[in-house]
């Protein structure tokens, strides 16, 4: 199995694709993996070499104690990428994934050729973050895991779809301790200071049926502080790269096959 070390913690980690296209690393959100980006991965890999990892507390990757922090997980992304000698690439990330995403894009703009920031935001709910990582740790996953999916997915979704009742495996089997120590990084993350100054080329893609991240509190700011950000609203819920996989794939490609 692929790992590699970054900042002292091992990252599971696929690397797919022809070597010397353009790389694209893929981010995914909170409580799934990797395995998020299935749907993606056949039309990805006609363009891209595709670089996927489980994040830190995620997955088959490790589980450092404590709480975590949004820099961390940046961190990590350049760790991994230097481990696999990929120096720039675009990057595409959703909730947490985007989050990340807007840390490289602050902090290490030379990486990146581009940064799609899908279903995510500067600043989440704080309050709301603390309380799940409170519970995760006092009653495991499974005390919130309906509640999550019911954010992630629509009703039709989650009785039909088979990529859906994936993420609830995935959701149920990722480790409290990591669930919790990525909460606290969202809960503690404050990207907004930073918009302004961000001049990688940027797509925000944003679902109308999003209850976690909804349009005009989080992606609009995002296409509004973000110079020249190109933006894409999808009929969907949180997970809008599985509910309406084809939609969200030609948006990526037609803004990444443009750079």
Known sequence: MPFASANNTRLFYRLEGREGRPALVLSHSLGCDLGMWEP?????????????????????????????????????VIALADALAIQQFAFCGLLMGGAVGLCLAERHPERLAAVVLANTSPRFDAAGLEARRQAVLANGIASVADAVLGRFFSPETLARSAYAASVRRVLLKTDPAGYAGCCAALRDSDLRPSLHDIKTPALVIGGDRDQSTPWDAHGALLVKEIAGAQSVRIESAHLSNIEYPREFTAAVLEFLLER
């Open 40 to 76: 993606q991965m056949p039309d990805f890999l006609e363009h891209f070499l595709v670089l996927r990892y489980d994040t830190r507390g995620h997955g088959a990757s490790d589980t450092p104690g404590g709480d975590y922090s949004i820099s961390e997980l940046g961190a990590d």
